[in-house]
C-alpha cells in the first residue's frame, strides 16, 4: 500500500470520525449509550463511503503446490494387439495411473498415441499407423520449460514420422517399458518398396525392394513379383548371421495401359511367425501416351519425312501425311502439323474449328500468307514476296514445358518470306529469329494457348536440316527429336478447364489417409465458396454405397474416407445445384503395415533411454520403475506463492456494511423519535 494511500485512511478517519462528532456530541452535553450506538454507525456508513473512494488494493497471498507432470503414453496401434501384448499393456498402465505414491509425487497425466496423439484413459489398440515423433513434439508443448519423465508403454516399432530416437527432448528423461516378446524368431519382410505411381506404356518401370532377414543361420530366399497368375520376375537371395538385408532393383514392363496390380513376395522352407510381411501388393498407373498426328501438306518438301521420322521415333505416336484434299474426318486425330497452308487448306481449317484439334503451323516459301492472316488472330502477316534466312535464338525464360537447349543458335538458317509480323495475341516464344547477326524482332517458334485450344507457330522451312545438323554435332538423331516430342506432347494435352475439378489418387494402401478433394467453378470461372458437394462410393463387390458431404477447407471441398476395407470402389462427385458430376474409380491394396512385426524394437528403445539419460524396463520390472521414479530427487514439488491485489470496490461485504449500518441508523432514530 502506498503512502498516499495510507494518507488518505487516515484522513478519511478523522474526516468519519468529525462527522459523527459533529453529528451527534456537538454542543450536546446528554450524552447516551443511544447517542453513542448512533454516531458509530454514521461513522461507519462515512468511513464505508470514503473507503469505495478511495479504493485501496488488499494484497492476499495465495500458496499453490505444482507436482513433476508424469505423461504415462500408451501405444494404440494395432501391432501391439499383433504382438499379444495388449494385455500387459493395460495391466502396466493400470497399475502406474493407480500408484498412490506417485500420485502424490506426480501430476499423473494419461495419452495414447497411434498416428495421432490424444489425452486418453481408455485403450482399444486399433490405430492403423504408428508415430512416436507426434509423442515427442505434443509433450514438448503441453509441458514447456519443465522437467519431467515419460513413461513410454510401447513396441517401439514406428511405421510413420520421423525418427523419434532424436525427437524427444534429451534434458528430460523417458522410460520405455517394451511390450512384446524380445526373443528374436527367424523372420523374413519385404521391409519397403519403392515405385512410381505412374509408368508410360510400352515402357519399362523400375521397382526397388528392400528385404530384410531375422535369424542365426544361413538360409536361401525366392523372391518373385507376379500379377495374377503370371510370375515377371523370380530369383534367389541368400541371407546370414552377418547379411541381414538385400536390395534388389526390377525392371518390369509397362503393357497393359490402366491400373496394374502386382505382388512382392519372398518364401523359403523355413517356418516363420509372422508370414504376413513376406508378401506386399504395390500398383503402377500405365498411361497410354499414344497419339494420332496428321501431317498436311499440298507440296512435297524434305521436312515431312523428316518429321515424320523424329515424331515417330516415339513408338506412342503415328504419323500420317495427307493432302488437303484428301482430309475426310479430323475425329481420329490428337495434333494437326499445317504445313505451308495455302487456300487448298481452308476446309481444313474449318473442320478444325469445329472439332477442336490443336494444331502446329510451320509456314516458308510456299505459304499463303494473306490466307493465314484470315484464319487466324495470333500474327498479323505482312510478307514481300522476296525470301530470308532466319536464325534462331533460344529463349531461356520460356516455362510452359521443359527443354533444354540443344545447340539451336548453331543450327542452319529456316527459309521463310522477308517481311513484318506483328503479335496481337498472347504469344510464349521460345525461339527468336536473327538475320545473321541482327535481332529481327520476329518469333521463329511460339506457342499459343487462347480458350483451351493450343497453337505451335514455326516461321520457317527446311527444319530436316536442323535434324542432320543434330545428328552431326552428337552422332545421334536422338535430342531433336525429343524436341520435336515435347512439342507433340505439348499440343496433344488439352487442360481445358471444367467447372468441377476432383483430385485423387487411383490406388491407396490399407491405412493410409484416404482424402479425394474438388474444387467448383462458376461461370467466370471463379471458385464457387457456395457449391453444395457430395460425393457417393460404391464398393465394387459388395454394392455397397456410402453418401458423404464435403466440406469446404482453403478455396477446396474435401472429404475424408479413411476406414474403407480393401478393395475396388467407383465413386460419384455431385454439385447439387448445378448437378455437375464426376465419375472416378480407386483400389485400396490389401496392406496392414502394423502387421509387419514379430518383435519389439528393442534397439531403437534403449537408443531412445541411452539419449534420454532414462532406463528401458521390461513388463515385469514395473515395480523397479515406480521405486525409481519415487527415489529420484530430481522431480520435486514446488510450492508457489501467487500474489493477488484486490480492489476494496470489488468487495460485497463493504457495501453489505454500508447498506446495514445506514437501515440501522434510519431505524433506530425513527423508533426513537429522532427523525
Same mark, same amino acid.
Given at each position: ?7 488518505? %485512511? ?79 499393456? %493395460? ?177 523359403? +522352407? ?193 527444319? /530436316?536440316? /536442323? ?127 502394423? +502387421? ?29 520403475? &515406480? ?24 468487495? &460485497?461485504?463493504? %457495501? ?9 441508523? /434510519? ?9
Amino acid at each position: 500500500m502506498t503512502t498516499n494511500t495510507i494518507l488518505l %485512511l487516515l484522513l478519511s478517519l478523522a474526516a468519519s470520525g468529525g462527522l459523527s462528532f459533529y453529528q451527534y456530541f456537538y454542543k450536546n452535553t446528554n450524552r447516551t449509550k443511544l447517542q453513542f450506538l448512533l454516531a458509530f454507525l454514521r461513522f461507519l456508513t462515512v468511513f464505508g463511503v470514503l473507503l469505495l473512494l478511495i479504493n485501496p488494493k488488499i494484497t492476499r497471498n495465495i500458496y499453490e503446490t505444482q507436482k513433476t507432470p508424469l505423461p504415462i503414453v500408451v501405444d494404440n496401434s494395432a501391432s501391439v494387439k499383433d504382438l499379444k501384448a495388449d494385455a500387459i499393456a %493395460l495391466e502396466l498402465y493400470q497399475k502406474l495411473a493407480s500408484n498412490a505414491e506417485l500420485q502424490r509425487k506426480f501430476d499423473v497425466q494419461s495419452y495414447q498415441f497411434d498416428n495421432e496423439f490424444t489425452l486418453s484413459e481408455k485403450f482399444d489398440f486399433k490405430g492403423t499407423q504408428t508415430n512416436v515423433e507426434e509423442v515427442a513434439k505434443n509433450l514438448k508443448s503441453i509441458n514447456k520449460n519443465k522437467a519431467y519423465p515419460t513413461i513410454l508403454i510401447t513396441d517401439g516399432n514406428q511405421t510413420t514420422g520421423n525418427d523419434y530416437v532424436y525427437s524427444f527432448d534429451a534434458n528430460n528423461k523417458v522410460y520405455p517399458l517394451v511390450l512384446g516378446d524380445t526373443t528374436t524368431f527367424l523372420d523374413l519382410r519385404i521391409n519397403q518398396l519403392n515405385v512410381n505411381k505412374y509408368a508410360f506404356h510400352k515402357n519399362k518401370f523400375p521397382v526397388e525392394i528392400f528385404l530384410q532377414y531375422s535369424g542365426a543361420k544361413s538360409i536361401t530366399a525366392d523372391f518373385s513379383i507376379t500379377q495374377g497368375n503370371s510370375v515377371l520376375n523370380k530369383q534367389s537371395v541368400s541371407f546370414s548371421p552377418t547379411k541381414k538385408s538385400v536390395v534388389i532393383n526390377v525392371l518390369l514392363p509397362a503393357d497393359k495401359v490402366g491400373l496394374q496390380v502386382f505382388k512382392a513376395a519372398i518364401t523359403s +522352407k523355413e517356418t516363420e511367425k509372422n508370414s504376413y510381411n513376406n508378401y506386399k501388393n504395390f500398383a503402377v498407373e500405365v498411361i497410354d501416351q499414344k497419339s494420332e498426328i496428321a501431317i498436311i501438306s499440298a507440296i512435297n518438301h524434305p521436312d515431312l519425312g523428316a518429321l515424320k521420322r523424329a515424331i515417330e521415333m516415339n513408338p506412342q505416336r503415328k504419323v500420317t501425311i495427307l493432302k488437303p484434299q484428301d482430309v475426310k474426318t479430323l475425329q481420329d486425330y490428337n495434333v494437326l502439323i499445317l504445313y505451308q497452308p495455302t487456300a487448298a487448306f481452308k476446309s481444313v481449317f474449318e473442320a478444325t474449328k469445329n472439332v477442336g484439334i490443336n494444331t502446329f503451323i510451320i509456314t516458308g516459301t510456299s505459304t499463303d500468307f494473306t490466307f493465314l492472316n484470315q484464319q487466324q488472330s495470333t500474327f498479323v502477316f505482312k510478307m514481300s514476296s522476296q525470301s530470308e534466312d532466319y536464325l534462331a535464338k533460344f529463349n531461356p525464360q520460356f516455362n510452359l514445358f521443359a527443354l533444354d537447349d540443344i545447340g539451336f543458335e548453331n543450327f542452319p538458317p529456316l527459309q521463310n518470306a522477308f517481311g513484318s509480323v506483328t503479335v496481337s495475341g498472347n504469344a510464349n516464344v521460345l525461339l527468336a529469329s536473327r538475320i545473321r547477326n541482327i535481332d529481327a524482332n520476329i518469333p521463329l517458334l511460339t506457342f499459343v494457348e487462347s480458350q483451351g485450344s493450343r497453337t505451335a507457330f514455326l516461321l520457317g522451312e527446311n527444319i /530436316w536440316k /536442323w535434324r542432320l545438323q543434330a545428328h552431326i554435332d552428337n552422332n545421334s538423331f536422338e535430342k531433336f527429336d525429343v524436341f520435336a516430342d515435347k512439342i507433340v506432347q505439348f499440343l496433344a494435352s488439352n487442360n481445358a478447364r471444367k467447372s468441377l475439378v476432383v483430385n485423387h489418387e487411383r490406388f491407396y494402401n490399407s491405412g493410409d489417409a484416404l482424402e479425394v478433394t474438388a474444387q467448383y467453378f462458376n461461370k467466370n470461372y471463379e471458385f464457387d465458396e457456395k457449391a453444395q458437394l457430395s460425393i457417393a462410393v460404391t464398393n465394387k463387390a459388395t454394392k455397397q454405397t456410402k453418401n458423404y458431404d464435403m466440406l469446404k477447407g482453403n478455396s477446396v471441398f474435401k472429404v475424408n474416407l479413411d476406414g474403407l476395407s480393401a478393395g475396388q470402389y467407383t465413386f460419384v462427385v455431385k454439385e447439387l445445384t448445378s448437378k455437375s458430376a464426376y465419375n472416378g474409380y480407386f483400389e485400396i491394396l490389401d496392406f496392414d503395415i502394423e +502387421k509387419q512385426f514379430v518383435n519389439p524394437d528393442l534397439a531403437k528403445l534403449n537408443q531412445l533411454a541411452s539419449q534420454t539419460k532414462g532406463v528401458t524396463f521390461m513388463p515385469n520390472q514395473v515395480d523397479a520403475l &515406480i521405486d525409481k521414479l519415487l527415489k529420484d530427487d530430481t522431480y520435486k514439488a514446488i510450492q508457489k506463492a501467487i500474489v493477488k491485489k484486490i480492489p476494496l470496490i470489488d468487495s &460485497i461485504l463493504l %457495501l453489505v456494511l454500508i447498506a446495514i449500518s445506514l437501515a440501522s441508523e /434510519w431505524f433506530i432514530r425513527k423508533y426513537n423519535g429522532m427523525l
